[in-house]
């Protein structure tokens, strides 16, 4: 098996609010797919529901993955998201089989 963490999150906007969570979701989306362990982070908006946002993203391992974990502007966002949502934020994590 491969270190390689993936990770589909759905994220769920209150109506009032997707537009600014789309915002705030592309701004994390480019910083976080500057960060060194990052293989990608990808946002994509639900056809048929655009309330609904999915972020598939990849991390070279673990540690990678709990370096994004801990910087401010996640953390930040996730505070300020809340909000905004639906629903709290729950990624589901995946490796890939071979």
Same mark, same amino acid.
């Given at each position: 098996?491969?270190?390689?963490? %993936?990770?589909?999150?759905?994220?769920?906007?209150?109506?009032? =609010?997707?537009? #600014?969570?789309? $915002?705030?979701? $592309? #701004?994390?989306? *480019?910083?976080?797919?500057q960060e060194?362990?990052?293989? *990608? =982070?990808?946002?994509?908006?639900?056809?048929?529901?655009?309330?609904?946002?999915?972020? =598939?993203? $990849?991390?070279?391992? $673990? #540690?990678?993955?709990?370096?994004?974990?801990?910087?401010?502007?996640?953390? %930040?966002?996730?505070?300020?998201? #809340?909000?905004?949502?639906?629903?709290?934020?729950?990624? %589901?994590? *995946? =490796?890939q089989v071979?």
């Amino acid at each position: 098996m491969s270190d390689k963490i %993936t990770i589909v999150v759905p994220v769920k906007a209150k109506p009032e =609010y997707r537009e #600014k969570l789309k $915002q705030k979701l $592309q #701004k994390l989306s *480019c910083l976080s797919n500057q960060e060194e362990g990052n293989i *990608c =982070y990808v946002l994509h908006q639900v056809a048929d529901n655009s309330e609904q946002f999915i972020i =598939y993203e $990849q991390w070279k391992n $673990q #540690k990678a993955l709990d370096y994004h974990m801990n910087q401010d502007y996640l953390k %930040t966002f996730l505070i300020e998201s #809340k909000k905004m949502l639906l629903e709290e934020i729950h990624g %589901t994590i *995946c =490796y890939q089989v071979y």
